[in-house]
């Protein structure tokens, strides 16, 4: 039976983010094939360590278990680097060092170790089995200046230890290729589990009177974890709704951003900002579109694989559609900060249902293969159970 050790940087379970969920769907659907993994996490929740709780292992699913190690000084330079909002080069910089002893046991007992993010690679060191690095992004993209180099330093490090290479694109296959050469990489989309929203259609009217959301109104959905290219498509829609008050009223549009991108619940004329959530599927049950208003990163966006597989019509941006396919016209509508307004006011399947309900059913089927994590990992279960 083939054992996976996942080392990650935060605890993964239960998902929060974006990242959070691409992990947390990758070990499902490779456990679903009969793999068990196990999860060291290095560090926890807030709310864990205020209320004292030690580090310790918890059953996530029948072949799924995360340790979540809670030792405060790892947390603390954590939160320092996060308060200076800097990358998580401490964990590159740590685990050269020093690695806990439980980590070092479970390298010993696993078929494969999983390096989530490349900062971690530093954990596999000494180890004789095979190494898969999963890759969110390539990490150098999102950071500037010298830590740029710091960045894309530690990735071709990271890169050159994996035996495999999992990437969320074609394009950040590309890069990975052109660090390592060709034959390292697969790609996994950030794939979803399609079954969380099929029951939407009975949440929708008890999710919209929660929201005190008057009839005829037609919201857009932001889905946003607390990420920098989130928090400014937070920043880029309420600018738009303070500049574009009379066109979003006479339209009967409301902008409605849920998740931690915002550490707290607020209110404006045509947009809600919910702030963390316990479950994100109340606002997908109450959204009739949703909008993708990220303008920079790399690899697949989460949200736009639960935007599909929830049957919602999707505006976004270029840069929030990369890795699937989505022509505008055909799957949904392309935006950018120049046209958006034009779009809301004048494109028809913004009031006709069943026009929306065509885009959205047409990239749903043109992106089957990349929106459900089951079909997305098929190729990497292969490779993972074959052992090379």
């Not at 993010?117 to 969110?136: C, D, E, I, M, Q």
């Not at 590309?174 to 390292?184: K, L, M």
């Not at 939407?200 to 037609?218: I, V």
């Not at 979003?248 to 045509?270: C, D, M, N, T, W």
Request: include cysteine; charge should be positive; glycine fraction near 8%.
């Amino acid at each position: 039976m083939t054992k996976l050790l996942i080392v990650s940087g935060l605890q993964i379970h239960p998902p929060g983010s974006g990242g959070q969920l691409r992990s947390s769907g990758l070990a499902a659907a490779l456990a679903e094939r009969g793999m068990d993994i196990e999860i060291y996490s290095l560090v926890g929740r807030k709310a864990d360590y205020l209320a004292g709780k030690p580090s310790g292992w918890m059953q996530v699913a029948p072949r799924i278990r995360e340790f979540v190690d809670r030792t405060r000084w790892w947390a603390a330079v954590q939160m320092a680097f996060y308060r200076l909002h800097l990358p998580p080069l401490w964990i590159t910089w740590l685990l050269r060092l020093f690695r806990p002893k439980l980590l070092r046991q479970l390298l010993t007992t696993c078929d494969w170790v999983v390096i989530d993010f490349p900062f971690l690679y530093p954990a596999a060191r000494g180890s004789t089995k095979p190494v898969l690095l999963n890759t969110h992004n390539v990490e150098a993209n999102l950071a500037t200046g010298l830590n740029r180099h710091l960045v894309a330093t530690i990735e071709a490090a990271a890169a050159r230890v994996a035996n495999v290479i999992v990437c969320c694109s074609t394009d950040d296959q590309a890069h990975f290729d052109a660090v390592n050469g060709p034959g390292r990489t697969l790609v996994v989309a950030n794939g979803v589990d399609t079954q969380r929203f099929a029951q939407l259609a009975a949440q929708r009217q008890e999710s919209r009177d929660a929201l005190k959301l008057k009839a005829g109104t037609t919201v857009l959905l932001f889905a946003a974890s607390n990420f920098g290219p989130n928090a400014e498509g937070l920043a880029f829609l309420s600018d738009f709704a303070a500049q574009h008050e009379h066109l979003l009223e006479q339209r009967h549009i409301h902008f409605l951003v849920a998740g931690s991108v915002s550490k707290s619940a607020y209110q404006k004329p045509h947009l809600t900002v919910t702030g963390p959530v316990a479950a994100i599927e109340p606002y997908f049950a109450a959204a009739d579109w949703a909008i993708n208003a990220v303008f920079r990163g790399s690899g697949t966006n989460v949200k736009m694989g639960e935007y599909m597989a929830a049957d919602l019509p999707i505006l976004s941006t270029a840069v929030g559609q990369r890795g699937f396919d989505f022509q505008s016209g055909i799957h949904g509508l392309t935006f950018t900060p120049e046209t958006l307004a034009g779009l809301l006011a004048d494109h028809p399947a913004l009031q006709d249902r069943r026009a929306a309900a065509v885009l959205a059913a047409s990239a749903k089927a043109a992106n089957l293969g990349r929106i459900s994590m089951r079909a997305a990992t098929e190729p990497l279960a292969q490779r993972l159970l074959s052992g090379v």
